[in-house]
């Protein structure tokens, strides 16, 4: 089991960009894939990227390929995701997830066993 911590959020204008980090505890953070979902009012949770275990391979939903970038560094034990260009359709509770998952289960709530509480993200003039 690992403890996620989300920070970064915040409320920024149209174009600009923010960077998401997400703070693991414990020392089987290399073992978990990790991800970036998000959550809209009134919207079901939904997948924005994820990337592999020792961070070889990212994956995206199509709404943010080449704005958005998936990292994580796990001699820190932390993830990132940097969202430039940001729109406002993009504003959401942005969640972390951690998981022993599966390729076909990465863009799947279902794929992840841990989760942080989510930070707030307004895209707004």
């Known amino acids: 089991q690992v403890q996620l911590q989300e920070s970064g959020g915040g409320l920024v204008q149209p174009g600009e960009s923010l960077r998401l980090s997400c703070a693991a505890s414990?020392?089987?953070?290399?073992?978990?894939?990790t991800a970036w979902f998000r959550q809209a009012a009134g919207k079901e949770r939904e997948f924005v990227a994820a990337?592999?275990?020792?961070?070889?391979?990212?994956y995206y939903t199509e709404s943010v390929k080449g704005r958005f970038a998936i990292s994580r560094d796990n001699a820190k034990t932390t993830m990132y995701l940097q969202m430039n260009s940001l729109k406002p359709e993009d504003t959401a509770v942005y969640f972390c997830?951690?998981?022993?998952?599966?390729?076909?289960?990465?863009?799947?709530?279902?794929?992840?066993?841990?989760w942080g509480q989510g930070t707030q993200v307004t895209v707004s003039s």
């Open positions: 997830a951690a998981g022993r998952t599966i390729t076909s289960q990465l863009r799947q709530t279902s794929g992840y066993t841990n």
């Open positions: 990337i592999a275990r020792t961070g070889g391979y990212t």
């Open positions: 414990g020392n089987t953070f290399s073992g978990y894939a």
